[in-house]
């Protein structure tokens, strides 16, 4: 059976991202090595998909600058189609200033540029893209409005929708929560979404519940180096991360929400679907950048079969 079409609606930044001993205290000046990086949130989910097998498509927009150009590129090498993407004259592209730390910790500072003027319209144009019986991911770098036309449009187009709530704005609308599907908040997230404070899977469960009294199908909270705990209306359990050396924490979420996307448009499980956005997470954590760290299908396999060995031993 083949794959479920998959498109992605989110920001694209050049990150400028200075690797550091530790991360700097109020008023202290660091010493680092800078290296320039294709990121953002929505591109780096939908590399992460790519990676995995996967043509998806993606919606974001670029300044028509040399970032831009150079992003664009970055997202065709990597396997996304470029149909949907926006180049706008007279506007600059994206960024994020990333500081990382020896101990794979990070700072990060966005201008969002481009990305922050995508209206309802824009996204009205490019939900043409959207293929039947697609499953489409959205993140909150996206402005509102924008959001809540996109969420309105699932009853029409008929697709199943993912939503990262990172960063955590106020705005969307009690009918636009309705539609989620899946709800993928990390710790941080959860907690501002629900005043509860996420450490643990007993406290990810109380989280879990008032996220889905705002209306979702379910919700699927990332807790780091501890794993994942995934609750709806009649199933719940907590899944554990897969014990790695981290270096970059940078695109753990990203990559951990496109997996998991294209997971569901493998058409897995839900239980298998977060294993495996959970090892592929766990991968990127181990290599610096944030596209840049997204691992192969091959490479993930590799790592799963590696897991199960040590299981039966």
Not at 72 to 100: F, H, M, T, Y
Request: net charge negative.
């Amino acid at each position: 059976m083949s794959p479920r079409p998959l498109m992605f609606f989110g920001t694209t930044n050049l990150d400028l991202c200075f690797n550091v001993e530790r991360l700097p205290a109020p008023g202290e000046s660091q010493m680092g090595s800078l290296k320039r990086n294709a990121g953002g949130k929505g591109a780096n989910q939908a590399v992460a998909a790519a990676r995995l097998g996967l043509q998806p498509s993606f919606y974001t927009r670029l300044g028509d600058d040399d970032a831009g150009r150079s992003l664009r590129q970055a997202l065709g090498e990597a396997g996304v189609r470029l149909d949907a993407i926006a180049v706008c004259p007279g506007e600059i592209s994206g960024s994020a200033l990333v500081l990382v730390g020896d101990d794979g910790s990070n700072m990060i500072v966005i201008d969002p540029g481009a990305n922050a003027n995508v209206t309802p319209s824009m996204v009205e144009k490019a939900a043409k893209f959207i293929e039947r019986d697609a499953i489409v991911v959205a993140e909150m770098g996206m402005p509102v409005p924008a959001l809540n036309h996109l969420f309105a449009m699932k009853s029409v187009k008929g697709f199943d929708l993912i939503f990262n709530p990172a960063p955590v704005r106020a705005g969307l609308s009690a009918a636009a929560w309705r539609s989620v599907d899946f709800v993928t908040p990390n710790q941080t997230e959860a907690f501002e979404l629900t005043g509860v404070e996420v450490h643990d899977f007993d406290s990810a469960a109380h989280a879990a519940g008032k996220l889905l009294d705002l209306g979702p199908r379910a919700a699927l909270i990332t807790l780091g180096a501890q794993g994942a705990y995934y609750a709806d209306a009649s199933a719940s359990f907590a899944l554990r991360a897969f014990p790695v050396k981290v270096v970059d924490t940078t695109a753990a979420g990203d990559a951990f929400n496109g997996a998991f996307a294209a997971s569901l448009a493998h058409r897995l499980p839900i239980r298998e679907a977060i294993k495996k956005a959970l090892a592929v997470a766990a991968l990127c954590v181990t290599r610096r950048g944030a596209q840049s760290s997204m691992p192969s299908g091959e490479a993930v396999d590799e790592f799963l079969n590696s897991q199960t060995i040590l299981e039966l031993e």
